[in-house]
């Protein structure tokens, strides 16, 4: 059975204060590991897609890598706006299309 | 506004009584998913459909609920005699043929009472 978890749970940095969340997984042939942004309330928004070991993908203070194991999500001198849950899951080749999601990480970033 | 769309936003009803869903993807996305979030959890999968036909089911999906995406355009999420269990924050999503990706909507956030 496919399976993600997040840590940490909860991450409070002060503005500019760089930091890392990790995503580790076991999934039966990884076809896709994605990123997501959650605000409390809403929907999840999708950020990032990663397929390979080595990989990847940035955007503005976002940074995304995936090894065979685990992913991370780097935060590059976060701002306040940063603050939201950040949720990763996997897609792998024992269902259809389902996502399999972590609990996310809490982040707050104070000002 | 050309992203996922879903009504009502929130829901409150009563133990035993019925509730449905709605859910509009992106125009163009021919693949519709439903997922449940409760409090602290990431989303938990419950079905997906390409087009009009319902190819996948989880097992969380009791027969209690129902799914249908008639001429595969918007899709319905029904709960028969609700339960507080139910309670959680349901999730639609939609992606295209050509690309992995789903995109959420707001969700419909349902209260059992």
């Known amino acids: 059975e496919d399976q993600v978890t997040q840590s940490p749970e909860a991450l409070r940095l002060q503005e500019g204060e760089s930091s890392s969340l990790n995503c580790s997984y076991t999934?039966?042939?990884?076809?896709?590991l994605f990123w997501y942004r959650q605000d409390p309330g809403k929907g999840p928004e999708f950020l990032f897609t990663?397929?390979?070991a080595g990989e990847e993908k940035e955007k503005e203070r976002l940074k995304a890598t995936l090894t065979k194991k685990e992913s991370f999500l780097h935060i590059t001198a976060p701002k306040p706006e940063d603050s939201a849950t950040y949720l990763c899951?996997?897609?792998?080749?024992?269902?259809?299309?389902?996502?399999?999601f972590g609990t996310g990480t809490r982040l707050l970033v104070s000002p | 506004d050309t992203g996922v769309s879903q009504d009502p936003r929130h829901k409150i009803t009563k133990r035993g009584q019925n509730v449905t869903f709605r859910c509009d993807p992106i125009?163009?996305?021919?693949?519709l998913y439903w997922y449940r979030q409760t409090l602290g959890q990431g989303p938990e999968f419950l079905t997906y459909?390409?087009?009009?036909?319902?190819?996948?089911k989880s097992r969380l999906l009791s027969d209690r609920f129902s799914a249908e995406r008639p001429k595969g355009s918007f899709s319905t999420l029904e709960i028969q005699r609700t339960e507080q269990g139910d309670s959680a924050m349901y999730l639609c999503?939609?992606?295209?043929?050509?690309?992995?990706?789903?995109?959420f909507g707001p969700g419909t956030r349902l209260t059992v009472l």
């Open positions: 459909f390409q087009n009009e036909a319902q190819l996948e």
């Open positions: 999934v039966s042939g990884l076809r896709g």
């Open positions: 990663l397929y390979s």
């Open positions: 999503a939609s992606s295209s043929d050509s690309f992995n990706e789903q995109f």
């Open positions: 125009s163009e996305h021919n693949r």
């Open positions: 899951a996997v897609r792998g080749n024992t269902g259809f299309q389902k996502l399999v």
